[in-house]
């Protein structure tokens, strides 16, 4: 169970970091304006588009391409919750102001949804408003929310992106410094873009198994998983990966 004393110093701590607030705000308008830049292409590709083309076109991806972007600045805020505090050197004064440090990493995570959460919604959200009423103002196919694949993106793509924050999180504790942190979620997150190079067994377990993206094609409805699979991989290994950072704050001081 999170303690709320704990909860609030890890908002404060948070509040405090002007990188932390930046970062929140920018995701969310990098989200819109992705959103806009995507579907503005797309749109100008549909009106000269052949009539098989046009048939092919499939509005809600490509108005959402942005969002591979999107996972890596909510990640990386994740990545700051804990990295900032090795960084400035208050992390010692955390543990020991602690009596266990189970409770700290658990108030971390707490306020890493808080945070994460809003955020994603944010992103999400706006950027699909963005996109599709920059398809439909382009005189391309568009899609409602009520659609039940836009529907399913809307609620369930900001629990994905959460569970990146988290990954953040715990890697910010394994690797307890911003860069070093950042740059293994980006590479994490950006492989699978780049295994189109890969040997085709490798691509196609990469394409299938890789846990950010077969969370992200369940709720799209792309995955060949069922859904409950491909977003259990996230949940699964986001899981072990706090574990792990757990079993690194306990046995390793600052």
């Known amino acids: 169970m999170i303690d709320t004393g704990m909860l609030k110093a890890e908002w404060t701590k948070f509040s405090s970091i002007r990188s932390t607030m930046v970062l929140s705000a920018a995701t969310a308008a990098v989200a819109g304006l992705l959103g806009w830049l995507f579907s503005s292409t797309a749109a100008k590709e549909y009106a000269t588009a052949t009539a098989q083309e046009r048939l092919d076109f499939q509005p809600l991806d490509l108005g959402m391409r942005g969002v591979f972007i999107v996972q890596l600045l909510v990640a990386a805020l994740g990545v700051l919750v804990a990295s900032s505090e090795y960084g400035s050197g208050t992390m010692r ?3 020991a102001a602690v009596s266990s440090r189970g409770r700290l990493l658990a108030a971390k995570c707490g306020i890493t949804v808080l945070t994460a959460l809003p955020v994603s919604v944010a992103a999400v959200w706006l950027m699909f408003t963005t996109s599709q009423l920059t398809l439909s103002a382009g005189g391309a196919p568009s899609v409602l929310p009520g659609d039940p694949v836009a529907l399913r993106l809307l609620l369930f793509g900001p629990l994905v992106l959460t569970l990146l924050a988290l990954f953040g999180l715990a890697l910010g504790v394994l690797l307890r410094g911003t860069a070093a942190a950042a740059n293994a979620s980006t590479a994490f997150l950006l492989l699978p ?43 699964g290994f986001v899981a072990v990966m706090l574990v792990a950072a757990y079993v690194q704050l306990k046995n390793r001081d600052a």
């Open 193 to 235: 873009v780049m295994a189109g190079a890969s040997p085709g067994f490798l691509r196609d377990l990469i394409g299938v198994y890789w846990p950010s993206v077969a969370a992200l094609q369940a709720v799209t409805g792309k995955s060949e998983l069922p859904g409950a699979v491909g977003f259990g991989l996230l949940v």
């Open 93 to 95: 004064a955390s543990l």
